[in-house]
């Protein structure tokens, strides 16, 4: 598409246009006045000095076709998406159709099911070798984790929460009734990450045969911890919020998660593509992964083509293909065929609404006090919010969701260690 056309949709999408009879008045893209364009169909004018010296279609011109042709067309059902990338990317929102029957009847039975899928996921985690002790036994890591996920996807405080628990029991969800405030402590352990970790990932396994294009990006979730410093400049004492940085990868027609990394807070986001295409490649047929510019490395291209896919990354404005390799063969992909490169690097808009979702339904933030806590009940979040997912698809695209018996190898559940 011509510069100059690709200009003139930029201005039909973010600026005003006003037609009086023939004439039409267009903001100039720089914001000193407007343009009276007169839209012939054999020989169009228009005042600006572009025009008046080429004499040529220029992009106020375009503008105007633009807004003809999209008006023509608007019948109020239909909302198309186009990406332009000029100085600064402009994206139209796209409106999905909802199959209301299917969200109605998954939503109808979803608690229960949450229980149901909950307690199948939590039959493939192994127990640890205990040795006999006398007094109580404690809990297995199955009824904790199973108490962890749940209180989670409940939203409920540790003391409301007792009585799921003992409706989880009651049905046979649990060996053993748990009471609501020793979740606290099954939270605080950090031997439950590694396995939580895995979990998520094992989640969306029974989405494998769907799911083949993917989105990576990270986001933040707040807590009610706050750290503060003397300011010695300002002589004052000033305080943030600490949060916890989750790193996933999810696929773009479902929003299932299917990796995850919580590391610092102040952690890069490129070094995390790499380990998150490598824990969904070990479970998926990866065809494409896309990502924002924050990603743009020779390494990450040279990963999803290594697992059999193309990446679609953004590229950075100052980016040339002098890195060589796939990088270099996007690069002259994204410069020749812009519009169909940006159709695939949007599938990434995805990612950002698995984050709206589980945030929307869990929440932004964290109750918990410590750090392994705070990480521990992010990742409940992830696996609730993959177990809504599965009984969403269970009912729109009838996918049973069955959990396969965890490997040895790489995606198989680690043991957790006695104590």
């Known amino acids: 598409m011509d510069v100059r056309a690709e200009r003139g949709k930029h201005i039909a999408e973010t ?8 004439e039409w008045f267009v903001p100039s893209s720089s914001g000193d006045g407007r343009y009276i364009v007169r839209p012939d169909p054999d020989l169009p004018t228009c005042t600006c000095p572009d025009f008046e010296l080429r004499g040529m279609k220029c992009k106020h ?9 999209r008006e023509r067309h608007a019948d109020g059902t239909t909302t198309v998406t186009e990406t332009l990338t000029v100085s600064a990317t402009v994206q139209k929102k796209t409106t999905y159709p909802q199959q209301w029957r299917a969200y109605n009847a998954a939503q109808s039975v979803e608690k229960d099911r949450v229980q149901e899928l909950l307690c199948d996921l939590c039959r493939g985690v192994p127990e640890p070798d205990r040795k006999p002790t006398r007094g109580q036994k404690p809990h297995t890591v199955r009824d904790s984790v199973f108490a962890m996920v749940y209180k989670v996807y409940s939203t409920f405080s540790s003391r409301r929460f007792s009585s799921d628990l003992r409706e989880a029991h009651a049905r046979g969800h649990l060996s053993r009734p748990v009471p609501g405030l020793k979740t606290v402590q099954f939270f605080e352990n950090p031997a439950f990450t590694p396995l939580l970790k895995q979990l998520v990932h094992r989640s969306s396994l029974p989405l494998r ?37 989750c790193h996933i990868a999810c696929g773009v027609k479902t929003n299932v998660v299917t990796a995850v990394r919580i590391l610092d807070k102040d952690a890069g986001d490129s070094p995390q593509f790499v380990p998150l295409l490598a824990e969904t490649a070990g479970g998926f047929s990866v065809s494409e992964m896309s990502a924002d510019k924050a990603y743009g490395s020779l390494e990450n291209f040279e990963a999803v ?16 293909g002098a890195a060589g390799g796939h990088f270099e063969k996007a690069f002259h992909y994204f410069s020749f065929k812009r519009e169909e490169y940006v159709r695939h690097y949007h599938k990434r808009s995805n990612v950002e609404s698995t984050f709206s979702m589980i945030k929307r339904k869990f929440g932004d933030s964290v109750r918990s006090k410590t750090d392994a806590a705070m990480v521990n009940e992010v990742l409940c979040k992830l696996v609730a919010h993959n177990l809504c997912v599965l009984i969403q698809e ?5 996918i049973e969701p069955v959990f396969r018996p965890a490997d040895p190898g790489q995606a198989g559940l680690i043991r957790i260690a006695d104590g």
């Open 209 to 245: 045969a769907v799911e083949t294009d993917f989105a990576i990006d990270s986001s933040g979730f707040g807590s009610n911890r706050f750290e503060r410093w003397f300011d010695q400049k300002y002589g004052v004492t000033r305080q943030k919020c600490v949060w916890v940085k």
């Open 394 to 398: 269970e009912h729109e695209l009838g």
């Open 61 to 69: 011109i375009f503008a105007v076709e633009y807004t003809v042709e």
């Open 15 to 22: 600026g005003k246009l006003k037609r009086m009879g023939r």
């Open 305 to 320: 083509a290594g697992c059999g896919g193309q990446g679609y990354i953004a590229f950075k404005a100052n980016a040339t």
